[in-house]
């Protein structure tokens, strides 16, 4: 079975920066795409950023383009999203994931979801 382990979420200042990880097991994080979402109370889940199986593509929602970066450790099987000048908006919980299609924003086309990991910033 599948599994997705968060972690490094926590409480950081507006401005700041978190690196979160996603250790998979029995799974091989390059063959797949691999992806973060992320939800916040009273909200649906919504996409933040994917990866291709390759690695060659690199998908990013509007709202945080340019202030994070997805990237992976194939040795490690680990997915990371690095979050640069974090905003209070940014606040909730993140989920990583993976996908046998393209990089993609719809979360119905990803399934074996991780436990999340908290993110909260404060103004």
């Known amino acids: 079975q599948v599994q997705l382990v968060e972690s490094g979420g926590g409480l950081v200042q507006a401005g700041g920066s978190l690196r979160l990880s996603c250790a998979a097991s029995?799974?091989?994080?390059?063959?797949?795409?691999m992806g973060w979402f992320r939800q916040a109370p009273g909200k649906e889940r919504e996409f933040v950023a994917a990866?291709?199986?390759?690695?060659?593509?690199?998908y990013y929602a509007d709202s945080v383009k340019g202030r994070f970066t997805i990237s992976r450790d194939n040795a490690k099987s680990t997915v990371y999203l690095q979050m640069n000048n974090l905003k209070p908006e940014d606040t909730a919980v993140y989920y990583c994931?993976?996908?046998?299609?393209?990089?993609?924003?719809?979360?119905?086309?990803?399934?074996?979801w991780g436990q999340g990991t908290q993110v909260t910033v404060s103004s």
């Open positions: 990866m291709s199986w390759s690695g060659g593509s690199t």
């Open positions: 994931t993976r996908s046998g299609l393209a990089p993609s924003p719809n979360r119905n086309l990803y399934g074996d």
């Open positions: 029995r799974l091989t994080v390059s063959s797949y795409t």
